[in-house]
C-alpha cells in the first residue's frame, strides 16, 4: 500500500546533490514520487516502499539518510543541525586564525623569503594550512570524493579542487623551486585557509538563517499541548497526550491548551482559535459544540470527549500538509533543479579551459596565472545559491499562508495562485454566510400558512441542502411535525417531488411548476420582487394546483463586499456563480461588487462554467464550500476551499482557508505573488552572480586593462551569495497581506 515516508538527508553540498538523490530514491522500486528539499536537507517520498530500501539507496548514492518518523526524530535533526552550525563557526574561526595573520604579514611586507632561514618558516605555514584543510575543510574533500565515485561533481569538487591546487602547488614550489620559474614562485597557503574561513562562515550564516525559514512549522508543532488531564474511574488524573485515547472523557481548565480534538460534554466557555483561523477574537462553545486541539481554552472549564487523537486531530493533519507543501516543487523549481544538476560539470569544463587558455596565451609568469585564474573560477562558482532559491522561498511563503489560516496543498498551488486573473465564487456559504432563515410564507388566496410549511418541512425532512435547514427550522419553531413523505425525488437544480399524505407535492422553481404543467403566473411578480431583494424564492403545489410561495434568505458576510473588492484591486476579475435563480443571484452580485454573475447552473455543470472561462485564456481560482462544489474545485487551475465546509471539497482544493471569509483568498493571491517575486528575486541574483563572476574569475577583463580576481574575494563572494538569497527569503517572514481592517 503506498504511504508517504519523510527523511533527513545528509551529505548535500550544493543544488547540484538534489537530482543525485532525488535519482537514487525514484530508482527504488515501488517508489511512486520522490521530492529533496535543500533547504531544509529533507526528502519526501511515495510508494508501496520501506524506509531500509530508501535509506539504502541514499547510501549508495554517497549521502546520508534517516527516517523521520515523530517529534523525537524531528527534535533529533534539529540537535544535529546545531552541533553542525557550532562546528561551522569553530571550524571558520580556526580557518580563519591561521589564514588572516599570513595575509596580514603579505600586505606589511613581513613575509621571510623562500630561502634559508625563511623556509623553516614556510614549512610551519604548510603544516598549519594543511591542518586547516584536513580540520576544517575535511568535509569538501571526503565530499568530492564520495562524489567522484559516484561519478558526480558537487560544490565540494570545486572547493577540494581549488584549495587543495594552491596548497599542493604551493608546497611544490617550497620543496622543489627549480621547478617553475622564477616570478611564478608564489604561495598560496594563505589563500587555501581563508578560503576554507570564509566557506564556512558562509555556510554557518547560511544556516541560521535557513532555520529562520521553518520558524512557522517549529510555532504550529509547539501548539500541541505535552499533557492532557483524564477523567478515569472517577479521578483526574495528567497524562502524557500520547496516552490519550479515543472516547476518553478529558477536563480543560481556564487558560490551557486544549489536548485533542473533541466535544463538549459539559459546560460552556469561549475559545481562542486564531491558530487555526488566523482569527483573533474568541468563539463561544457549549455543550455538542466541537473544539480543536492546540486552541487555547479562555474562559470556563468544561469536559470533553475525544474523537481524534495522535496524527488524526487537526493540528497534526495541518502540520503535515504545510511540510508535504514546503518540500513539494513548482515547476520553476524543478526547472532550477535540471539546471544545477549540470551547472558543476559545466564549472569543470570552463576551469580546464580557462587553464588552457592562461597557459597558452597567457603572459609571463603564465604557470601563476594559470593557477590562480583556475582557482578562483572554482571557487567562486557556487551553485547552492541557485538551488537555495526557489525552496527557501516556499518554506516562507507556505510557512506565511498557514499564520494567515490558509493551508496551501503544494508548492504547485503557490505558484499558480500568483497568475490567476479571475476568481469564481460559489455563493452559499461562500459569499453568504450559509444559514438561510425563512423570510417569507405566502399561501394563495384563501390557503393555511400552517399547511403550506408543514407540506413543505415534509419534502425537505431528508434533505441536507441548508434551504431545507431553514424550512426544517422554521416549522420547529412553529411547532409543526412534518408528515412523511413517501415516493420521494430530487430534479436536479429544480426541486423536489413527493406524495405527502395522499397528495403529490411539487416544491421548487418555476421551471419545476410549468414543466409539470403548472401556471405560476399569480406568484411571479411577488416572486421577482423577492429575489431582487436576494431572497431564494420557492412555489409549492399540491396535486397539480399552485399552493403558495415560501422565500428563504441567506445573509451576505459582513467582510465579502470588502474582500471582493480586495480581489478587484489586484486586476483580478470576479464571478458569482451559483444555482440560484438569476435575479436572487444577480441581486446578491450587486451588493458585493462582482464582475459578473452566472446563475441557474447545475450543481454538475459548474466544472463546465470554470471549463469555459478557461477556453476563453482565463487562469482561473474557484472558491467554494460544498459537496456539489468538488467538481467545479478539482477542474480549476485553483481550487480554493472555504474551511467551514464539506471533506469532500477541502480534499479537491488546493489551497484551504480555515475560516470562512473571502479575504483568505486575496491573502493566499497576495502571498503568492509576494512569493514569486522572491524566488524570482533570488534567481535573478544568482543567475547574474554566476554569469558574471565566473567570466571575471577568469580573467576576461585582463586582456582589456581590468584586474585579476583574488581567490579570497572569489571565496567571500561565494560564500555571501547564499547567505544573500536566504536573507532575502527571510524578508518574506515579515510580509503582511494588506488591506484587512
Request: charged share 20%; with cysteine; net charge negative.
Amino acid at each position: 500500500m503506498a504511504r508517504t515516508l519523510r527523511f533527513s538527508i545528509g551529505g548535500m553540498a550544493c543544488a547540484g546533490c538534489v537530482g543525485a538523490v532525488e535519482d537514487a530514491l525514484k530508482s527504488v522500486p515501488g517508489v511512486e514520487s520522490a521530492s529533496v528539499n535543500f533547504a531544509e536537507h529533507t526528502a519526501e517520498v511515495t510508494g508501496d516502499v520501506s524506509a531500509e530500501a530508501i535509506i539504502q539507496a541514499v547510501s549508495a548514492a554517497g549521502y546520508e539518510a534517516a527516517e523521520l518518523k515523530s517529534a523525537a526524530d524531528e527534535a533529533e535533526k534539529e540537535a544535529a543541525e546545531q552541533a553542525h552550525l557550532r562546528a561551522l563557526w569553530r571550524q571558520s574561526a580556526v580557518a580563519g586564525a591561521v589564514g588572516f595573520p599570513l595575509m596580514l604579514m603579505g600586505w606589511l611586507g613581513l613575509m621571510p623569503p623562500l630561502e634559508g632561514a625563511g623556509r623553516i618558516f614556510w614549512f610551519v605555514v604548510a603544516g598549519l594550512s594543511l591542518f586547516v584543510l584536513w580540520y576544517a575543510g575535511g568535509r569538501f574533500f571526503s565530499g568530492a570524493w564520495k562524489s567522484f565515485l559516484n561519478h558526480n561533481a558537487n560544490m565540494d569538487t570545486l572547493v577540494a579542487l581549488g584549495t587543495g591546487t594552491a596548497w599542493v602547488y604551493s608546497t611544490l614550489v617550497l620543496l622543489w623551486p627549480t621547478l617553475v620559474p622564477e616570478s611564478a614562485r608564489h604561495l598560496y597557503f594563505e589563500a587555501a585557509a581563508i578560503i576554507i574561513s570564509l566557506i564556512n562562515l558562509g555556510g554557518a550564516l547560511e544556516a541560521r538563517a535557513r532555520g529562520k525559514t521553518s520558524e512557522a512549522i517549529k510555532r504550529l508543532i509547539g501548539l500541541a499541548p505535552k499533557t492532557a488531564r483524564v477523567v478515569r474511574e472517577g479521578r483526574e488524573l495528567d497524562v502524557p497526550i500520547e496516552q490519550v485515547g479515543l472516547g476518553e472523557t478529558l477536563r480543560v481548565r481556564p487558560g490551557e491548551k486544549i489536548p485533542v480534538d473533541g466535544v463538549i460534554l459539559e459546560g460552556g466557555t469561549t475559545v481562542d482559535e486564531s491558530m487555526l483561523t488566523g482569527e483573533p477574537m474568541p468563539v463561544k462553545k457549549g455543550v455538542g459544540d466541537e473544539v480543536v486541539g492546540g486552541t487555547l481554552n479562555k474562559a470556563g472549564s468544561f469536559l470533553m470527549q475525544a474523537k481524534h487523537v495522535g496524527a488524526d486531530t487537526a493540528l497534526a493533519r495541518i502540520v503535515e500538509m504545510v511540510r508535504q507543501a514546503q518540500n513539494s516543487k513548482p515547476a520553476i523549481g524543478r526547472l532550477v533543479d535540471r539546471i544545477a544538476a549540470v551547472f558543476v560539470p559545466t564549472v569543470l569544463i570552463f576551469a580546464v579551459l580557462t587553464c588552457l587558455a592562461w597557459y597558452n596565451l597567457g603572459p609571463e609568469p603564465r604557470v601563476s596565472y594559470m593557477l590562480v585564474t583556475t582557482m578562483t573560477v572554482l571557487i567562486i562558482a557556487c551553485p547552492c545559491a541557485l538551488g537555495l532559491a526557489t525552496p527557501i522561498a516556499i518554506m516562507v511563503g507556505v510557512g506565511k499562508a498557514a499564520e494567515h489560516g490558509i493551508l496551501i496543498r503544494n508548492g504547485e498551488a503557490l505558484q499558480r495562485a500568483g497568475s490567476l486573473d479571475t476568481v469564481v465564487l460559489d455563493k452559499t456559504g461562500t459569499v453568504t454566510e450559509g444559514r438561510p432563515a425563512l423570510t417569507t410564507l405566502e399561501p394563495l388566496a384563501g390557503g393555511d400558512e400552517a399547511e403550506l410549511l408543514r407540506l413543505a418541512a415534509a419534502l425537505e425532512q431528508g434533505s441536507e441542502h441548508p434551504l431545507a435547514e431553514a424550512i426544517l427550522a422554521a416549522a420547529g419553531e412553529r411547532g409543526l411535525a412534518p408528515p412523511k413523505a413517501e415516493g420521494f425525488a430530487a430534479i436536479e437544480g429544480h426541486g423536489v417531488r413527493a406524495t405527502v399524505d395522499g397528495q403529490a407535492v411539487l416544491f421548487g422553481n418555476a421551471k419545476l411548476m410549468t414543466d409539470n404543467g403548472i401556471d405560476p403566473a399569480a406568484l411571479l411578480p411577488r416572486a421577482d420582487a423577492l429575489a431582487a431583494e436576494a431572497q431564494t424564492p420557492i412555489f409549492l403545489a399540491v396535486d397539480g394546483q399552485l399552493a403558495g410561495l415560501l422565500a428563504v434568505s441567506d445573509p451576505i458576510k459582513a467582510d465579502s463586499r470588502q474582500a471582493i473588492a480586495r480581489l478587484r484591486d489586484q486586476g483580478i476579475r470576479v464571478v458569482l456563480l451559483t444555482g440560484d435563480n438569476r435575479a436572487t443571484a444577480e441581486a446578491v452580485g450587486r451588493a458585493v461588487g462582482v464582475d459578473e454573475v452566472i446563475a441557474e447552473v447545475l450543481p454538475g455543470d459548474k466544472a463546465d462554467q470554470v471549463a469555459a472561462l478557461q477556453g476563453a485564456g482565463r487562469v482561473v481560482g474557484m472558491v467554494g464550500d460544498g459537496i456539489n462544489d468538488a467538481p467545479a474545485l478539482a477542474r480549476a487551475d485553483v481550487g480554493f476551499a472555504i474551511g467551514t465546509g464539506t471533506d469532500v471539497a477541502i480534499e479537491s482544493a488546493d489551497v484551504t482557508l480555515m475560516r470562512g471569509s473571502l479575504h483568505g483568498v486575496a491573502d493566499a493571491i497576495a502571498i503568492s505573488r509576494a512569493t514569486l517575486r522572491n524566488i524570482k528575486q533570488n534567481l535573478f541574483g544568482a543567475f547574474v552572480y554566476n554569469v558574471v563572476g565566473i567570466p571575471v574569475a577568469a580573467g576576461v577583463l585582463y586582456p582589456f586593462g581590468g584586474p585579476l580576481l583574488n581567490p579570497v574575494i572569489a571565496g567571500a563572494a561565494m560564500a555571501m551569495s547564499s547567505v544573500t538569497v536566504v536573507s532575502n527569503a527571510n524578508r518574506l517572514r515579515f510580509f503582511t497581506p494588506g488591506g484587512r481592517r
